[in-house]
């Protein structure tokens, strides 16, 4: 692939709900424009983009990808993203690359949960965007529906640009509105259609929605609204002007029609991408810190070198494959750049343009271009490679939080020692994932987006690495505290040849907020305890509250007050005062009211209306407390408060209730108190499995 400039760019990030045809698409237009020799198909696993085993697989897109191709001059990367939810953070980190997006949205089904996340992301990073309601030959499909359905959630300056010519297995074609012509495809699917006048029984709605498009167009012009007024129309090279100065200051969403099985539309989608959509100099600077003060780095050549990283490939034979954005400068072939995080010197060799799972080589990347580079030494997702005597540091993405955890471990001796390291690869491929120990229940945890998420990762850790983990819900991690006060003693007294043992002292126990923790006082006075041996006292409470009192679990949010005691001159000692102060905190628990808590969190669920009720009825199933519902078109958001005992197995719940067209994230909120008849079952469980790890010890 040559060299392209900077006004020669297009980078295209191809967005929307999972299966809305997006991968499809990408395939169509890298035919069209000849970068691939023939129109590939998901159902098939062969397209350019789709190259992972995982999604060959369960054909779905589970990672972005890229591939460059080239129209009318231009070299446009197309990014192709995932759709479904657990996988949809890799969309939004994918996005920082990108200057313009294609919203994909399925003819039969028109806006659905994902697609408005998805726009919102675009509004998150300021992207151009174009609407194409694809599989306009499927069964069931509907022009005018699924564009009544962007409207609602979109607004009126969503507005065609295309008009359907027949409809579902009868859809040929379509009238371009702007030169008021019809475009018409043959069975070939060779992606070019042909010009032809517009139908006679077309004719009447194709004027009306022309003469729509074109008093939109005029809105947000002064002069062309002038025009509009004077002519009541606008001849089409003003409309093309107009249309492209509001493309690209996002006053109007165009939407097209495609079928992408059949390569309907793919020569004016890439029409379109090359004369409407900006490059990556008209989108303006980045902001980025310079030596700790805020600055803009236009994307020039002229200005000094910068590169974003913004995705890595976990690649088990080439290594680290890193993907990057050239922000400014010129990045050549074999250039030592320095990582703005780390302070480390990479030398990217053998750098290339992306086409999927390969990388073209090329000797330089102009500024806005997208390349990708291996085997960098240190460099990960979200940092910045730029030269030596200007280190830009551009902002990483932020990403929530993963939703849901699950238990890992290492099914052989093998696979344990060889675990730790093939996560830390996918890891760094993957930031939406979490990998750590729970202190208090002592397993390996690695949380993500959702168990599909989740699984994809063992699997991968099994192909990849030839590491063999299995999964299992994690122990829900209780905690213990206490509803009443108490005042106690706790003595310990021992005698032996030489010296005794001997600690006494009284303390005062009473429970605090939730999230207080612990509180220690000394009010001792007087000497009846020496100053040095209060320390001991409380270490002792504090480790006797690590192990729980009813069910093993660390006893939180609770003050302690140590007031009197004694002590004997010789036998008195540290270790006595520990052991005497894990007495009085077993006699306090006994009085003060123990009780259970369970972390309760904080869920939104997003599901079409129609499944509002059965939700909702589901969640007080699960002792859930509705907190707040909104309604956004059709889509409902339900926001509850649920115990996590009750969510562990909610996403395939969630499929089941709702066909898979529900979506849910979750985070931590607070605990609270577990109802008795739940506790009840906790405790005897807990003691029960205590009761056999003993017997397996003796």
């Not at 220690?520 to 409380?538: H, Q």
């Not at 849910?664 to 108190?673: A, C, L, P």
């Amino acid at each position: 692939m040559r060299v392209y400039e900077t006004h020669e760019i297009r980078n295209i990030a191809l967005i929307g709900h999972g299966n809305s045809g997006k991968t499809s698409l990408t395939a169509g237009l890298l035919y069209t424009s000849g970068a691939a020799n023939r129109l590939l198909r998901v159902d098939e696993g062969n397209t350019i983009t789709d190259f992972d085993d995982e999604e060959i697989q369960r054909k779905i897109t589970i990672s972005t990808a890229i591939a460059a191709t080239e129209w009318n001059k231009k070299k446009i990367n197309l990014i192709d993203t995932p759709g479904f939810n657990i996988f949809i953070n890799d969309t939004k980190a994918s996005l920082v690359a990108a200057d313009a997006a294609i919203v994909a949205v399925d003819g039969v089904a028109g806006v659905e949960v994902q697609t408005e996340k998805v726009w919102s992301f675009s509004d998150e990073f300021k992207l151009p965007r174009v609407i194409v309601i694809n599989k306009l030959d499927r069964e069931r499909s509907s022009f005018d529906r699924a564009l009544e359905s962007i409207q609602s959630f979109f607004g009126r300056t969503a507005i065609p640009i295309h008009l359907p010519m027949g409809a579902e297995r009868d859809f040929i074609g379509f009238v371009d509105l702007v030169r008021m012509k019809a475009c018409v495809y043959a069975q070939d699917g060779d992606g070019k259609g042909k010009e032809n006048d517009i139908p006679p029984d077309l004719a009447a709605a194709a004027q009306k929605a022309h003469e729509a498009l074109v008093e939109m167009v005029a809105e947000g012009n002064d002069a062309l609204l002038e025009e509009f007024f004077e002519k009541g129309t606008l001849p089409v090279e003003h409309i093309l002007d107009g249309l492209r100065d509001a493309v690209r200051q996002m006053r109007i969403f165009p939407v097209l029609c495609a079928s992408a099985l059949h390569n309907v539309g793919s020569d004016l989608i890439l029409n379109f991408i090359t004369d409407y959509f900006p490059g990556p100099a008209d989108r303006g600077p980045w902001k980025g810190s310079l030596n700790g003060a805020e600055v803009e780095r236009a994307v020039k050549d002229s200005e000094p070198v910068s590169a974003f990283v913004f995705k890595t490939i976990a690649d088990p034979f080439a290594g680290r494959v890193s993907y990057f954005k050239v922000v400014s400068g010129t990045v050549k072939n074999d250039a030592s750049l320095v990582n703005a995080r780390t302070g480390t010197t990479e030398r990217l060799a053998h750098i290339g343009a992306l086409f999927g799972k390969t990388i073209a080589p090329v000797t330089e990347l102009h500024a806005g271009d997208l390349g990708g580079v291996a085997k960098l030494k240190e460099t990960l997702t979200g940092d910045t490679l730029a030269e030596k005597g200007s280190l830009i540091a551009y902002p990483a993405v932020n990403l929530p939080e993963p939703s849901i955890a699950y238990a890992i471990a290492a099914k052989t001796r093998n696979d344990e020692d060889r675990m730790g390291n093939a996560i830390q690869k996918i890891l760094e491929e993957d930031k939406s994932l979490r990998f750590y120990r729970d202190p208090q229940t002592k397993e390996f945890l690695l949380a993500g987006s959702g168990q599909q998420h989740v699984e994809i990762i063992v699997s991968r850790l099994k192909k990849r690495y030839g590491v063999d983990v299995e999964l299992r819900a994690p122990k829900i991690p209780y905690r213990e505290t206490i509803r009443g006060r108490a005042d106690v003693q706790g003595r310990h007294k021992k005698q032996t040849g030489g010296h005794g043992q001997f600690g006494d002292c009284w303390i005062r126990v009473e429970p605090l907020p939730r999230g207080a923790k612990f509180e220690f006082d000394n009010e001792v006075f007087g000497g009846a305890i020496p100053k040095n041996f209060i320390p001991a006292i409380e270490k002792g409470i504090v480790e006797a509250a690590e192990k729980g009192y009813l069910a093993g679990f660390p006893v939180v949010d609770f003050k302690v007050v140590v007031y009197d005691g004694s002590y004997h001159d010789v036998d008195s000692s540290e270790m006595s005062f520990k052991l005497a102060a894990r007495k009085a905190f077993k006699a306090a628990m006994e009085a003060a009211k123990p009780a259970l808590l369970e972390p309760i969190m904080n869920v939104e669920v997003q599901a079409p209306v129609e499944y509002a009720g059965d939700l909702m009825g589901d969640m007080n199933g699960r002792r859930g407390r509705i907190s707040g519902m909104d309604t956004k078109g059709g889509t409902q958001i339900i926001r509850a408060q649920v115990p996590m005992a009750e969510m562990l197995n909610y996403q395939n719940d969630l499929i089941s209730m709702t066909q898979g067209r529900a979506t849910f994230t979750m985070e931590f909120d607070h605990y609270d108190f577990v109802p008795s008849a739940q506790s009840e079952k906790i405790i005897a469980a807990a003691k029960a499995a205590k009761t056999g790890e003993e017997e397996e010890e003796e």
